[in-house]
């Protein structure tokens, strides 16, 4: 399948997921890459993946980043015994916009180019909702449709979305909960005819593109701090949910960046860490946290690593997934004292160390972090190697999590945009829990070749 049609369908026609034919290696330009800037790093790395002419991916990647408020895109500096990437500059303050403000310009032109359009349906429970919203407001070819539970998404998160006025944005509030919206959005994917009918697609995190257009800031911030310190190799750590941002790590180490470790962070939700720790991948229950964006138990983009560490062999990975959907666990098969990865290595940050953190660096080093970021921090401290910087990603401005930052530090954290949507004027439709309803919205407002 081509990069163009791998995009637009998402998933792979047997619901599996969509991987690279090859990993290109690169190891021989790095010193060539590590002057270059953000947006020629993003070039040079997506046209080795990329079937589009080169001066169109170029106004395509310098347009994805306009947006961003920081020269340097995502910026990689020390704090303490840390580096930290921050990687919250693109409209919504989190990190999900490297990927989806490309995402929806690289749909944008294809959309464009094929004189189609396309209906975007998802459900939210708050932050991917919104970088997809801000995505693709004021796009032509595209209508943008996203479903969140009534009075259940932090106010704040409600109207990152709510507040975007353009007139192919519909924000739907479903009088459910989030896994109402979703059972409805899954219900009306899997009806072909109407999926068709009304040219439905989703911009879910297991989107190749998404992960793609992550792993540039591995190298641009790799590149940087090993610059910086004179070191050879570094280390990322990574607070995760869907493993869609330590995968993009992943497939940085795979093309050739000197990568020592990754180091995977999770909440109390550990599925990840746990598998990491002893090679079995069970479902626990999901326990709200601090930092809601990783409160997952089924990691979507777990399966593509899988693949890689059973030697790309798609039947033992069939296998193992089998296993898993009947019995919530697979285990994989470990030789006698072997180790899940030796590039991997995996903790969990609890309630209390996450305040712990946010409070130590804001009084020790004056620098604010969020929620998310905090648990990637605390799981890194535990890693610290003299001959390998530690890049720890922030994944969020503390000011979308201002309660945990006021209840770890006593001050509030701030942001002129979110600040701005105290009394902005919001627009969105108050929808019953019912399928047929959210169908006969999309059959109103959906736009049509
Ligand atoms: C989505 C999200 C994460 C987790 O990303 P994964 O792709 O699941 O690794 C972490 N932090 C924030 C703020 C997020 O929005």
Redesign the pocket.
């Given at each position: 399948m081509g990069f163009q049609d791998a995009v637009l369908t998402g998933l792979a026609p047997d619901g599996g997921l969509l991987i690279p034919d090859r990993i290109p290696q690169v190891a021989d330009r790095l010193d060539a890459w590590a002057g270059m800037s953000y947006q020629d790093i993003t070039f040079e790395l997506l046209k080795l993946f990329v079937d589009i002419p080169g001066d169109d991916l170029r106004k395509l990647v310098e347009r994805s980043y306009i947006t961003f408020r920081h020269p340097e895109i995502a910026p990689a500096y020390p704090h303490g015994p840390v580096h930290i990437l921050e990687l919250f500059y693109g409209p919504t303050l989190?990190?999900?916009d490297i990927a989806l403000q490309f995402l929806s310009n690289f749909f944008e032109y294809t959309l464009a180019r094929k004189e189609r359009h396309l209906n975007v349906l998802g459900a939210t429970s708050g932050?991917?909702g919104s970088a997809a919203i801000h995505g693709v407001r004021g796009r032509e070819h595209i209508n943008i449709f996203i479903m969140h539970p009534h009075n259940r998404v932090a106010p704040l998160q409600e109207k990152q979305m709510t507040a975007v006025l353009d007139s192919n944005v519909f924000n739907m509030a479903v009088e459910g909960t989030f896994d109402d919206c979703q059972h409805i959005m899954k219900s009306i994917f899997s009806d072909v005819d109407f999926k068709t009918r009304y040219s439905l697609g989703a911009v879910n995190?297991v989107n190749w593109a998404r992960v793609l257009v992550q792993i540039v800031y591995y190298f641009s911030s790799g590149l940087y701090v090993m610059g910086q310190t004179g070191s050879k190799t570094v280390q990322f750590a990574?607070?995760?949910?869907?493993?869609?941002?330590?995968l993009a790590g992943y497939y940085a180490y795979r093309m050739g960046l000197p990568i020592s470790r990754l180091i995977l962070a999770t909440n109390e939700n550990d599925i990840l860490a746990r598998f990491f720790n002893t090679g079995e991948y069970s479902l626990g229950r999901v326990v709200p946290t601090l930092?809601p964006?990783?409160d997952?138990q089924v990691?979507s983009?777990f399966e593509r690593y899988l693949f890689y560490r059973l030697g790309e062999d798609p039947e033992a990975l069939m296998a193992l997934m089998r296993q898993f959907a009947e019995t919530g666990a697979l285990r994989l098969p470990l030789e006698n004292g072997e180790i899940v990865d030796p590039l991997f290595a995996a903790g969990t940050g609890s309630r209390q160390d996450t305040l712990e953190i946010i409070g130590r660096y804001h009084r020790d080093y004056a620098y604010t972090m969020?929620p998310?970021t905090a648990v990637g921090v605390h799981v890194a401290e535990q890693h610290l190697d003299d001959a390998s910087p530690t890049i720890c990603l922030a994944?969020?401005h503390p000011a979308k999590f201002s309660e945990a930052i006021k209840e770890a530090t006593g001050q509030e954290a701030h942001h002129e945009i979110l600040d701005g949507l105290a009394h902005a004027p919001t627009r969105c439709e108050v929808l019953p829990n019912d399928e047929a309803a959210v169908r006969e919205f999309l059959r109103q407002h959906a736009i049509c070749s």
């Open positions: 989190a990190f999900k932050d991917t995190s990574v607070p995760t949910g869907n493993f869609g941002d330590v930092s964006s990783m997952i990691a983009n969020d998310h994944t969020a």
